[in-house]
């Protein structure tokens, strides 16, 4: 029996429900294809893609530049492990390592961003003293659902059902600056921070906290992690968001926008920990894949030769200033830096709001109950912004409608 372009998606929901875990509910959308700041679901609807796979699809869809590196590559070695050299991983370390800024960094190169955390838990752990094997992270933070990443996050309804773990981690509020001093003692082996919280709403600490944590390190002789899985590769007009506060961490870990779509995560490590693990510490069956790295390095080269960080920052600081205008009693403002956003909402309506935007035509994401995350593609035009800025106030009028 044919299926009915109308049914496709529902379907799809029903095989999905079938096949797979229950870990992500039943998703609304099926999609299937995308060219640029846009895609196409099941059913032929089109939309403008402002989330991009949680801030994953760095170029958009079908970008010719990944797309001809990932075929090129794939046809021409898709996998070796690292029993052996990949050309291409040594170049997209060398690359990462470049761009830290970190002196004297070494890289391990990951699948996600998760897996990028556990590398940084495990360098640090090798060899601290059994005096010094706390850490230090924030309240709301998120960094993983790996055991040791989940560790470090700093929200306890996702936390606490799979402890404990094998460290021990104080959580302070985040962008407290005397709290985390407070925190930071003899015992702290690492503060793990992220520059700006994503999972939380998109809440970027005052300015100078990061400078705080570096003190607060270098005072104890502690590492300071930075979590830069969201936020880095040009997502806040900087290639990593930390560098807005020009600090220099020990460690960075860095994945989603990477990879532009293909599973790619990087632990990159300054030359006082560049050491730490040796031969048979830790490992990646997949980690530095030659489709993978390809897929990264064209990222790296776009983003350059286009000149995407300067974009980003151009039409992330434009699009906040003209959301900012809007008036709405569910509207409160805007938060956020470069195509790193969220719109602060009337606590509560953040899923109804997410439902009006997918009905007009807009992928955005409620990633908390008052807060709509706006993580677009790099290469977002100002005059795709300007689209969804000018159909705002009528999405949160449909969303005050499915509200009642």
């Not at 104890?220 to 990593?240: C, M, N, P, S, Y």
């Not at 009693?329 to 109804?352: S, Y």
Request: glycine residues 10%; contains cysteine.
């Amino acid at each position: 029996m044919t299926t009915t372009a109308a049914s496709r998606t529902a379907e799809l929901q029903q095989r999905w429900n079938a096949a797979l875990l229950g870990t992500y509910g039943t998703p609304p959308l099926a999609l299937v294809s995308g060219e640029g700041c846009y895609l196409t679901d099941a059913d032929g609807r089109r939309y403008l893609d402002l989330i991009a796979g949680i801030a994953v699809s760095s170029l958009g869809h079908a970008h010719p530049a990944l797309v001809a590196a990932v075929s090129n590559q794939v046809a021409t070695l898709a996998h070796t492990s690292n029993l052996v050299i990949n050309p291409k991983a040594v170049e997209l370390a060398e690359r990462l390592a470049a761009l830290s800024g970190l002196p004297g960094a070494r890289v391990f190169l990951c699948n996600d961003g998760t897996t990028a955390i556990e590398a940084a838990v495990k360098v640090l752990l090798r060899n601290a003293p059994a005096s010094r094997r706390r850490f230090v992270a924030a309240e709301r933070s998120f960094h993983g659902r790996s055991l040791g990443a989940l560790a470090l996050t700093g929200k306890a309804a996702i936390r606490e059902p799979f402890a404990p773990f094998g460290f021990e981690v104080d959580f302070v509020p985040y962008g407290d600056a005397a709290a985390l001093d407070a925190a930071v003692g003899a015992s702290t082996l690492g503060v793990v921070l992220e520059p700006t919280l994503g999972e939380a709403g998109v809440i970027p600490p005052p300015a100078g906290y990061l400078a705080a944590a570096r003190a607060a390190c270098d005072r104890v002789g502690a590492a300071l992690v930075v979590d830069e899985v969201q936020g880095g590769i040009a997502r806040t007009g900087k290639w990593f968001a930390h560098q807005h506060e020009g600090i220099t961490p020990d460690l960075l870990t860095v994945a989603k926008g990477l990879g532009g779509g293909l599973p790619v995560g990087a632990c990159i490590v300054g030359e006082r920990y560049a050491t730490a693990l040796g031969k048979g510490d830790h490992g990646s069956t997949f980690g530095g894949n030659p489709v993978a790295a390809a897929a990264a390095l064209a990222v790296l080269d776009t983003v350059e030769h286009d000149g995407l960080v300067d974009h980003v920052a151009t039409v992330g600081a434009d699009w906040q200033r003209h959301l900012a205008a809007i008036d709405h009693p569910l509207f409160h403002g805007v938060r956020g830096r470069g195509l790193w956003l969220a719109l602060e909402v009337t606590e509560g309506t953040a899923p109804a709001i997410e439902a009006a935007a997918r009905d007009a035509g807009f992928l955005v994401n409620a990633v908390a109950p008052d807060a709509i995350r706006l993580a677009p593609p790099l290469i977002l035009s100002a005059a795709e912004a300007a689209t969804f800025t000018a159909e705002l106030p009528a999405v949160l009028d449909a969303a005050v409608r499915l509200s009642e």
